[in-house]
């Protein structure tokens, strides 16, 4: 299939961005990577008279660190180009790992890291991490700039916390504690699929306890979920001998899964909780 008609413009710079999204009374879509959108074009899902390509902006194009320590990644930086980053690949290894598991090389080197975030597919590895590291989006509009905590962006599958005139500029990546260690486990029907099931999970090591243990799935509902019940439990207990068959449980009563053509919520619940104790005891093994 073939979009609908649509004028394209090639933005210079965010303010150029801002002005078509506040100005044109026509409906207007920003496009970085196309992966997300491009799809949904064809489909005719969505028929936007105005296409803004963003990816020659210099202001959304780099990756830096900020002179408070954290990681700020553009909105037209590519997933490939995050994924290879020295900087990211030192000291953010949850985004790392996310990045590996989408799809394929082909989707990653047009796909963006902050086109997954504004996408807010209830399946992907990005908005979970992002929740995970307490990443804030920075986003702007003709009324300013402002940023949003990860937590309070995704509001539902598709469904973001931006206004129809707000742009996503960058994401900020806190630096993780000291001692910490990562993991992003999933289950997938196939190699490059989205995840029927994922959890991206932080730890800390106290002797031979747990000190810290986050823990946030991603494809068992409509936003990245926190379980605060089982992080409690988790913290201070030895993994390999923690009582996973209790934590099973903990996690069938606080997730609601949704049933569908790909699986089961009882299949999901299951996933939920071997992808969990799998994940948690790979990030323990690095500590």
């Given amino acids: 299939m073939k979009p609908a008609p649509f004028d394209y413009v090639m933005a210079t710079s965010v303010a150029d961005v801002v002005n078509h999204l506040a100005e044109d009374e026509r409906e207007v879509k920003v496009l970085a990577g196309g992966q997300s959108l491009v799809p949904v074009l064809n489909m005719r899902l969505a028929r936007p008279q105005v296409l803004v390509d963003i990816t020659r902006v210099p ?79 920075q986003v702007v509009s003709p009324r300013g700039s402002r940023e949003v905590r990860a937590a309070d962006f995704f509001l539902g599958t598709f469904t973001t916390d931006l206004a129809p005139d707000e742009l996503v500029t960058a994401v900020h990546f806190p630096p993780s504690p000291a001692g910490t260690r990562h993991d992003v486990s999933e289950f997938t029907q196939r190699r490059g699929d989205f995840a029927t099931v994922g959890v991206a999970t932080r730890v800390a090591r106290r002797a031979d306890l747990l000190s810290e243990c986050r823990a946030v799935f991603f494809g068992v509902g409509g936003t990245p979920v926190r379980v605060p019940t089982v992080e409690d439990v988790l913290v201070g207990s030895d993994p390999t001998t923690a009582d996973w068959a209790a934590v099973a449980t903990l996690l069938a009563e606080a997730l609601s899964p949704p049933t569908d053509v790909h699986a089961s919520a009882e299949l999901r619940l299951e996933l939920a909780a071997t992808l969990l104790q799998r994940s948690i005891l790979s990030a323990w093994e690095l500590c």
């Avoid at 830096?64 to 553009?74: A, F, W």
């Avoid at 949850?94 to 975030?117: D, E, K, M, Y």
């Fill in 59 to 137: 202001d959304l194009q780099t990756i830096e660190l900020t002179p408070d320590g954290e990681l700020r990644i553009g909105a037209a930086v590519r997933q490939t180009d995050a994924l290879e980053h020295p900087l990211v690949r030192r000291d953010w290894p949850a985004v790392v790992s996310a990045i590996r598991h989408i799809g394929h090389p082909q989707i990653r080197n047009s796909g963006t890291v902050c086109g997954s975030l504004a996408h807010a597919d209830s399946s992907a590895e990005l908005p979970a991490v992002a929740v995970l590291l307490d990443a804030r989006i």
